[in-house]
């Protein structure tokens, strides 16, 4: 098997948790330019890395502690740069959170039929990674019944999307979160077997614009609405 490992993690952003939610938002314009492999290693870390070393329980939390998820990287050609002036081949990764690293499932860059899965939104194709998370919901069902399925897992799934839209936009990326694509199509170009059910892809690279607001705006918007019902 062929593991890369990631960089470890470690504190890296000097951005509050008050300033990222506020400057949070979906990004569909990504540069023509890669991420490094710090980034792409802090976005994992955030949604699913290890974050108890006695347990081993994870950043997103989780119905029993039943793990659901597994995250995938749909890396495309040049699209994640390493500190030797390389770069990670293009493929299709699968996160394993107790090695923090990648274990190459299929080599080559998928990210035009990912994009075609997505009903044609072309944001996955342009950005030079996706991140897929896919559930495995008997993990969860086993215990919790209907209602894991229902509620918990799909629940787990918005846990870990906000920590990778919240590190992305501490690290200065961008990323939306899409729900809209045709399941299957998604399984076969990502996950490894039929227990896998693909959840969310998260396109991740540079903004092509930054967005713009400082809590300043937050409390004028407030303040006439406040004024409109005074
Ligand atoms: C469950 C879910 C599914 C979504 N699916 C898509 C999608 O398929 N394509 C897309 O471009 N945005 C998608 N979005 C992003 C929303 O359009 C976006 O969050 C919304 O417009 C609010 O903008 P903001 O995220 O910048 O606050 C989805 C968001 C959620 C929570």
């Known amino acids: 098997m062929s593991y890369t490992p990631l960089p470890l993690p470690k504190k890296v952003t000097s951005i509050s948790i008050e300033e990222a939610i506020l400057i949070r938002r ?3 314009r990504f540069k023509d330019e890669p991420i490094s492999l710090e980034q792409l290693s802090m976005i994992l870390w955030a949604a699913y890395g290890i974050t108890d070393h006695y347990k ?3 950043a997103t939390p989780s119905a029993g502690a039943t793990y659901p998820l597994e995250i995938y990287t749909v890396i495309g050609e040049r699209g994640v740069a ?3 002036g390389g770069y990670v081949d293009a493929g299709v990764y699968k996160y394993v959170g107790e090695l923090h690293a990648l274990r190459l499932v299929r080599r080559g860059d998928y ?3 990912l994009a075609k899965a997505a009903l044609g939104q072309q944001w996955v194709r342009r950005a030079p990674v996706d991140m897929v ?7 969860t069902t086993r215990i919790y019944g209907e209602r894991g399925r229902l509620r918990y897992v799909p629940m787990e799934v918005g846990h870990a999307g906000q920590n990778i839209y919240l590190m992305a ?4 990326l961008g990323t939306v979160a899409i729900g809209a694509f045709i399941d299957d199509k998604v399984a076969e170009i ?3 077997n039929r227990h896998e059910v693909p959840v969310y892809i998260m396109p991740v690279g540079k903004p092509a614009e930054v967005f713009k607001v400082v809590f300043e705006d937050i409390e004028n918007y407030i303040m006439m609405h406040r004024r409109g019902v005074a």
């Open 82 to 84: 390493k500190d030797d």
């Open 169 to 172: 936009t501490a690290l200065g």
């Open 190 to 192: 990502v996950v490894e």
């Open 56 to 58: 081993g329980f994870r």
């Open 26 to 28: 979906s990004i569909r």
């Open 111 to 113: 990210r035009d039929v």
């Open 133 to 139: 998370m896919a559930a495995v919901f008997e993990r």
